[in-house]
């Protein structure tokens, strides 16, 4: 009897299935057509997605063989390029194309494994900071506090030379470092959400805190929670990118765009395809991101209707 008056608490909150919430459902295709960013950021990342799936088919060269018969070809289209090597090759003669398709894989994999890290631990503090607020609250933001005041970047090049390159330790270490918007962002949400009627209708039946926070407070900042999980995704990307850069990142023999690019710098002059092309790789992909989340925000967040107008 409890669990169905629960459930039927449940459905006088804000956002569950409300007529604009199913209206708003319905129409994400449209507006997703509508919204000129929203389009052009989904067609970038789905054509990134799609190459660093399907990259055995579209390569046919190792990214890490290194042949330097073959060293510092331009690209297809200037004098002294073949089609072998259409986007031509670097400084040991590998593969540009090879090396830009599987590098999409690296970066797609550390960007959202991060931000999954940092949006679990972010969600949960947020969740207990904002729910119970007190102690908790304090002793939270103020670590948080202090997350902050410290340069990310710099925080992040003493731990990955104290524990070494790789992608499981970089995702752990960009995760871990960059929990604290998730929490805020959450936290916001919470302390607003635990003061709505549907809250307190809950608890006057006997809810119990964890059942408000899982199955009446949660469900209802997702909406923001996922906006900022998309905003992240880019900053992610490029920090990968520049960890690799300064050659803490991603270690070889896999392909990281930030990797590319550090190999590059020192042929801008004389060939110059050799950091343009991994430049271009992770301008347009976080650019797209950017795009895609400034969308997910506008059809998202209920107190604009800029998606309406885009």
């Given at each position: 009897?409890?669990?169905?008056?629960?459930?039927?608490?449940l459905?006088?909150?804000?956002?569950?299935?409300?007529?604009?919430?199913?209206?708003?459902?319905?129409?994400?295709?449209?507006?997703?057509?509508?919204?000129?960013?929203?389009?052009?950021?989904a067609?970038?990342?789905?054509?990134?997605v799609l190459?660093?799936?399907?990259?055995?088919?579209?390569?046919?060269?190792?990214?890490?063989?290194?042949?330097?018969?073959?060293?510092?070809?331009p690209?297809?289209?200037?004098?002294?390029?073949?089609?072998?090597?259409w986007?031509?090759?670097d400084?040991?003669?590998?593969?540009?194309?090879?090396?830009i398709?599987?590098?999409?894989?690296?970066?797609?994999?550390?960007?959202?494994?991060?931000?999954?890290?940092?949006?679990?631990?972010?969600?949960?503090l947020g969740?207990?900071s904002?729910?119970?607020?007190?102690?908790?609250?304090?002793?939270i933001?103020?670590?948080?506090?202090?997350?902050m005041?410290?340069p990310?970047?710099?925080?992040?090049?003493?731990?990955?030379?104290?524990?070494?390159?790789?992608?499981?330790?970089?995702?752990?270490v960009?995760?871990?470092?960059?929990?604290?918007?998730?929490?805020?962002?959450?936290?916001?949400?919470?302390?607003?959400?635990?003061?709505?009627?549907?809250?307190?209708?809950a608890?006057?039946?006997?809810?119990?805190?964890?059942?408000?926070?899982?199955?009446?407070?949660?469900?209802?900042?997702?909406?923001?929670?996922i906006?900022?999980?998309?905003?992240?995704?880019?900053?992610?990307?490029?920090?990968?990118?520049?960890?690799?850069?300064?050659?803490?990142?991603?270690k070889?023999?896999?392909v990281?765009?930030?990797?590319?690019?550090?190999?590059?710098?020192?042929?801008?002059a004389?060939?110059?395809w050799?950091?343009?092309?991994?430049?271009?790789?992770?301008?347009?992909?976080?650019?797209?991101?950017?795009?895609?989340?400034?969308?997910?925000r506008?059809?998202?967040?209920?107190?604009?209707?800029?998606?309406?107008?885009?």
């Amino acid at each position: 009897m409890r669990d169905n008056d629960e459930k039927n608490v449940l459905v006088t909150g804000p956002d569950n299935n409300s007529p604009r919430a199913i209206a708003g459902i319905r129409s994400i295709w449209q507006q997703l057509i509508i919204s000129k960013t929203g389009f052009i950021g989904a067609v970038l990342v789905l054509v990134v997605v799609l190459i660093a799936i399907a990259a055995p088919l579209l390569t046919s060269h190792d990214p890490s063989a290194v042949n330097p018969l073959n060293r510092l070809k331009p690209p297809a289209w200037l004098e002294g390029g073949t089609a072998e090597y259409w986007l031509g090759t670097d400084n040991l003669g590998r593969d540009m194309w090879s090396r830009i398709v599987y590098g999409a894989r690296v970066s797609l994999i550390v960007g959202m494994g991060a931000v999954i890290v940092s949006g679990i631990i972010g969600a949960v503090l947020g969740l207990i900071s904002g729910f119970y607020g007190k102690w908790l609250d304090a002793i939270i933001m103020r670590v948080g506090d202090a997350f902050m005041a410290i340069p990310t970047i710099l925080f992040m090049l003493v731990v990955m030379a104290i524990v070494g390159p790789g992608m499981t330790t970089l995702i752990l270490v960009i995760g871990v470092t960059n929990w604290v918007p998730f929490t805020r962002v959450v936290r916001s949400e919470v302390l607003s959400m635990k003061e709505r009627d549907f809250v307190f209708a809950a608890r006057s039946i006997g809810a119990k805190n964890g059942r408000l926070i899982i199955k009446h407070i949660l469900p209802n900042v997702l909406s923001s929670f996922i906006v900022i999980c998309g905003m992240n995704v880019g900053t992610t990307i490029i920090m990968e990118a520049s960890l690799s850069f300064l050659g803490l990142g991603i270690k070889p023999p896999d392909v990281s765009w930030g990797g590319m690019l550090s190999d590059g710098r020192q042929y801008v002059a004389t060939s110059w395809w050799v950091a343009t092309f991994p430049g271009l790789a992770i301008t347009f992909t976080v650019l797209g991101v950017i795009f895609l989340g400034d969308w997910l925000r506008d059809v998202l967040d209920p107190r604009t209707e800029s998606a309406q107008k885009s």
